[in-house]
């Protein structure tokens, strides 16, 4: 389940890179995805939008969360199109996501921190 | 990943946490991070510690990437410091756009530390690169202008030597490039102790300073050897000397060489190598090729050298003509010369002579030549000798040591007269009885008149009235220089008596020579006119000495030169 959701060998490697600044790492990552997932919703307009969703997307796809980078992708694309019809939808996807991916960086945490 | 000096390296990106994760990689790399979380605080931080290289997210709020690249590029100036944009942009649009910027190249996102190790290090070595030719670049810059100023120094120095000379006489015009000498072209022209006028016009081989090192041994040749005296040949023999030992096999200097007499109205010429010079004649419009009949100098050893002249009577008015090798071989676009034969059509078509180097120049431009630096012509006439005065010598000793009573007796024998000129070291002797500086110059002419008629008319038995015209004048001295060659006895005896007088003093002169002698009777009859060619020199003795006198049938001629106290 959690293999759709993170990649295992991207935070393997993370952890390599990082050494004790990983649990830091990831800390920044979930502060710095609500204040994204903030101004998803609060987008003025479709360049805003594919903005915000473009940044999300590489944050995201550097921390190995897959398909949140996925969706990412997808809204961009579909802001860049302006085709905003059921964008909300999308974008309700994605906080969903999040929520899932939210505990899965604190259990990782919790469990590099306790090695 | 190491082996490369440590580089600072600017991380522009607005996600903290790429930032951090991109921080980490690269400080894990061995390089010092600067960090900034749009692009404004990007351009700041580069402004503030000029980082070697640029990770640059090209979209952050405040002042995206692009915008920040190139305000990154301008601050840098010539400085190369790349920019690699951090971007998931895949479609080209927004990769070109990074370009455009100014990036240099592009990391993707998710960031893969091997390749960004690899980028980081393709383009430190970019970076080195341009750093290295803008060194070379400022070096070579540095040394063209360190030449240049060389040559400012050298051409200063030289124009020293050269303009000790008389260029600048009434009847010397001449045109030159002022860098000629860095193209070998050369002109020289100073006064004989005589009043006689002695001018070169040489052409070095080669370009730049090497062309212009030999330019200074031969200046000092010139005017050393012409100040004192000497004669177009032993001057000759001595620059070809000098030349041939200090310059390289393949650097000589094609020259012509010139000696002026306005006492004699004639003219000496040497041509080793350069172009056809023209002397031209006013009365008649001929113009006469003084064709090179010689090597150039410093090509030929001492032994081989050969320092044979011609002679030409001029008369006042008639010029001497001489170019360098820049006028006939300026090519237009055709490759075609402009040569003799078009040079010789403005020699045609001039009517007014100043004019004639304006012609020359126009027919250049008009023939459709490139401009060359390296055209050299110079125009000599000859004046009436009074129109024309020598500088003074200046002398630097105190005159404390002056000798004022003395005699010498000189015999000149046949080996001797072939290769020796004896005049200026006569002269020298001379001048340093303080009495007689004054008059150097006619003491010079008069004796340079004795030794000439005693050798000439007396040991080679030539006969004076072959002077009379042109033709004659040419085979004169080819006799001369025919009999010269196959002398085999017969002397030129010199004394001198220097005698003190009140507070003044006296120097007796008497010139003997072993030939048959003349009809003194006969040649003193004629009127002191001064103006035939032949039979001028006893004219010229009697008017510049005083009591001149012939005796044992005109093998001993005597004259006095006297002073009175000095100032």
Redesign the interface.
């Known amino acids: 389940m959690a293999d759709t959701h993170l990649d295992p060998n991207?935070l393997s490697a993370?952890q390599e890179?990082?050494e004790d600044?990983y649990p830091?790492?990831l800390d920044?990552?979930i502060?710095?995805s609500e204040e994204r997932l903030h101004l998803l919703q609060n987008s003025a307009d479709a360049t805003q939008l594919m903005?915000a969703a473009?940044?999300f997307?590489?944050?995201s796809?550097?921390?190995?969360a897959v398909r949140l980078a996925q969706l990412c992708h997808e809204l961009e694309q579909r802001a860049k199109q302006k085709s905003l019809t059921g964008i909300e939808k999308l974008v309700g996807e994605i906080d969903g996501e999040f929520a899932i991916v939210r505990p899965l960086y604190e259990a990782e945490k919790q469990r590099s921190l306790s090695e | 990943m190491q082996s490369l000096d440590p580089l600072t390296i600017l991380i522009a990106e607005?996600?903290?946490?790429?930032r951090?994760?991109l921080s980490?990689?690269v400080r894990?790399q061995g390089h010092n991070v600067l960090t900034a979380a749009n692009g404004a605080e990007a351009v700041e931080a580069f402004r503030q510690q000029q980082p070697h290289l640029v990770l640059m997210?090209a979209?952050m709020p405040v002042m995206d990437g692009f915008e920040a690249a190139r305000q990154i590029k301008l601050l840098a100036g010539e400085t190369l410091v790349p920019i690699i944009f951090?971007?998931?942009?895949t479609e080209s649009e927004a990769l070109a756009r990074c370009l455009e910027a100014g990036g240099d190249d592009f990391l993707a996102?998710?960031?893969n530390?091997v390749i960004l190790a690899a980028k980081i290090k393709a383009m430190d070595r970019l970076r080195r690169l341009q750093a290295t030719v803008l060194q070379q670049r400022d070096l070579i810059a540095r040394h063209h202008d360190y030449l240049l100023n060389e040559q400012r120094v050298a051409k200063a120095v030289f124009d020293k030597v050269a303009h000790s000379g008389c260029l600048s006489a009434p009847n010397i015009r001449y045109l030159q490039s002022p860098y000629a000498l860095f193209n070998g072209d050369l002109l020289l022209a100073a006064f004989t102790p005589a009043g006689d006028m002695h001018v070169l016009l040489g052409d070095f081989t080669g370009h730049g300073l090497p062309a212009a090192v030999g330019a200074m041994p031969l200046a000092e040749v010139f005017y050393g050897m012409t100040a004192k005296g000497y004669g177009l040949s032993e001057t000759l023999r001595e620059m070809n000397a000098k030349l041939k030992r200090i310059l390289p096999v393949d650097m000589f200097c094609c020259a012509t060489l010139l000696s002026l007499s306005f006492q004699r109205r004639s003219v000496e010429v040497w041509n080793g190598g350069m172009p056809d010079g023209y002397l031209h004649s006013i009365a008649t419009g001929e113009r006469k090729p003084l064709t090179a009949r010689h090597l150039p100098l410093g090509v030929l050893s001492p032994q081989t050298f050969n320092d044979r002249t011609e002679v030409f009577p001029m008369a006042v008015g008639d010029r001497v003509f001489l170019l360098s090798d820049g006028v006939i071989d300026t090519c237009d676009g055709n490759e075609q010369l402009f040569g003799v034969d078009r040079l010789q059509r403005v020699f045609a078509a001039n009517r007014q002579p100043y004019a004639l180097f304006g012609e020359i120049e126009q027919a250049l431009r008009d023939f459709g030549g490139e401009a060359r630096d390296d055209v050299s012509m110079v125009e000599v006439s000859l004046l009436e000798a009074t129109q024309l005065t020598p500088p003074a010598l200046v002398y630097s000793d105190s005159g404390q040591s002056c000798p004022l009573d003395w005699s010498v007796n000189f015999e000149f024998r046949a080996e001797t007269l072939k290769r020796f000129n004896p005049l200026p070291y006569l002269l020298q002797l001379l001048l340093e009885v303080h009495g007689l500086r004054a008059q150097s110059g006619a003491l010079y002419s008069v004796l340079a008149e004795l030794y000439s008629n005693a050798l000439e008319h007396g040991v080679l038995g030539l006969d004076s009235s072959l002077k009379r015209d042109a033709s004659g004048f040419a085979r004169y001295y080819q006799q001369r220089n025919e009999r010269l060659e196959a002398l085999q006895d017969g002397y030129v005896r010199v004394h001198l008596l220097v005698a003190p007088q009140g507070k003044g003093g006296c120097l007796v002169v008497r010139v003997e020579d072993s030939g048959k002698g003349f009809d003194v009777a006969r040649v003193l009859e004629r009127p002191l006119d001064g103006v035939r060619l032949s039979g001028r020199g006893v004219s010229l003795v009697r008017q510049l000495g005083r009591n001149a006198s012939w005796s044992d049938e005109g093998r001993s001629a005597r004259v006095e030169f006297f002073w009175e106290a000095l100032a």
């Open positions: 991207v993370l890179v990082m600044e830091e790492l920044t990552f502060r710095d903005e473009h940044s997307k590489g944050s796809s550097n921390m190995g | 607005d996600s903290a946490a790429d951090m994760l980490s990689i894990r997210d979209m951090l971007t998931s942009l996102k998710p960031y530390p």
